[in-house]
């Protein structure tokens, strides 16, 4: 970060103009996808380095790991995605489900922030979807996401040039 200005992402500028104007689109952000239905986050796609969600619960102490393979062995044999199967079985409540798709999500678009870094998106990382979904998926308010990614990233060179230009405020109103 240059030391005298502070400096904007592209891509996070990018992210809350498609929130204000409640937009739904795809962006390839890195090596990740980002679908975004209605201006909300409905996924970020996961790299071969990353756990499901059936594994981060696991790994975050709200499932079993029995209960992960049961569930993966029947999403298998239904057909049905585990997200629908952790719901009908009611492993979790709803709240606590959603919270940890976030939290999955905030690490997965992190690293495709810090990935990305500062340089802009091509125009051809951005394509239109239909502003409906099929019932049932999660949705994540994206810039409050957007937001505790982007704190994720500030290293302390960038808190201290910050902390000298308490003047400046960041607002964002819906």
Request: overall charge neutral.
């Amino acid at each position: 970060m240059d030391r005298h200005s502070l400096s904007v992402s592209p891509v996070a500028e990018l992210i809350v103009r498609i929130a204000e104007q409640r937009e739904s689109c795809s962006l390839q952000l890195a090596d990740r996808g980002l679908r975004i239905v209605a201006g909300e986050l409905v996924e970020v796609s996961a790299t071969d380095s990353d756990v499901d969600l059936p594994e981060f619960l696991v790994r975050s102490g709200r499932l079993r790991a029995e209960q992960r393979d049961s569930l993966r062995a029947r999403g298998a044999a239904e057909g049905r995605s585990l997200l629908e199967l952790i719901r009908s079985a009611q492993l979790l409540p709803e709240l606590e489900l959603k919270a940890q798709q976030r939290a999955l999500w905030l690490e997965r678009l992190t690293r495709a922030l810090r990935k990305q870094g500062l340089e802009p998106l091509p125009e051809s990382s951005k394509s239109a979807l239909p502003s409906e979904l099929a019932p049932g998926p999660l949705r994540v308010r994206v810039v409050p996401l957007l937001l505790d990614a982007q704190s994720r990233l500030a290293l302390e060179a960038d808190a201290s040039e910050i902390g000298r230009r308490l003047e400046l405020r960041l607002s964002f109103v819906e």
